[in-house]
């Protein structure tokens, strides 16, 4: 493991951890502009994250969800305190705070970790991916009947057009499960399930999980099967074990 690879697992753990303090116990929220809520835990974790990150690699930027960052700057590192506020708010533990480092706008290196859960995935460029210190790879069904796929919630699959494609995709699954956010996509780098399709999201939900999925022997694309980082807006993110894939995109192309 590399020295900034070692760093990011130990700062996206005590972040993590941070979080555990409020998780269930009827935190506040607030609203943000986006609809979306947001406590003093996603601003807590960020905040640590930046500060270790601020001592440990001085002057390196940050994207992050709740300070924000300059989105064209192509080397940095990218930071969701909490991925799942959502989940976290109702007391579900499939949240996770992530952390990667891009460059050139592409993530090498990426960490989730699922403090609720006590789960942690790490993966770094031509290292594979890691989970709970064995290694991790994706599942080797070939089709869809039978799989299990995942998305990130019914109402965003209607709301931007995905709800047709993803019928036809429910109707040959053995299951569609809606454990959404990055554990879905984590369940598909572990071999837990063969699929995770979140129809509209941000860098900091994406960064971490692409290079974990692929470095799983996965693929993470956008829905027409392009890459999904190289968009700057309107991100999507389609991920597989690889063998579903063009069954998931050709449910989608219809």
């Known amino acids: 493991m590399s020295p900034r690879l070692a760093f990011a697992v130990d700062a996206a753990t005590v972040a993590g951890r941070f979080t555990l303090a409020h998780f269930q116990t009827g935190v506040a929220r607030e609203t943000k502009a986006d609809e979306t809520p947001v406590t003093v835990a996603d601003k807590g974790a960020e905040r640590i994250i930046r500060e270790l990150i601020a001592e440990a690699f001085p002057g390196e930027h940050i994207l992050g969800e709740e300070e924000g960052g300059d989105a064209q700057v192509p080397d940095r590192w990218v930071v969701d305190p909490i991925d799942g506020t959502k989940s976290f708010v109702s007391g579900v533990p499939l949240y996770a705070t992530l952390i990667s480092y891009e460059r050139d706008f592409q993530p090498v290196l990426g960490v989730a970790f699922f403090p609720a859960l006590d789960e942690l995935l790490y993966a770094g460029a031509g290292e594979g991916t890691y989970w709970n210190g064995r290694v991790a790879q994706v599942s080797t ?92 807006d309107d991100l999507q993110a389609l991920s597989s074990n690889g063998l579903v894939h063009r069954e998931l995109i050709e449910a989608f192309s219809g």
């Open 141 to 232: 069904k070939k089709e869809i009947a039978g799989s299990v796929v995942c998305c990130g919630g019914h109402r965003s699959m209607i709301k931007h057009g995905r709800w047709p494609g993803f019928e036809k995709i429910a109707a040959q699954a053995m299951a569609t499960r809606t454990w959404s956010d990055a554990y879905g996509h984590a369940l598909v780098a572990t071999g837990r399930v063969e699929a995770m399709v979140d129809p509209i999201v941000t860098r900091w939900d994406l960064s971490a999980m692409a290079i974990i999925v692929e470095e799983a022997g996965g693929k993470f694309t956008s829905f027409d099967g392009s890459p999904s980082l190289v968009r700057k």
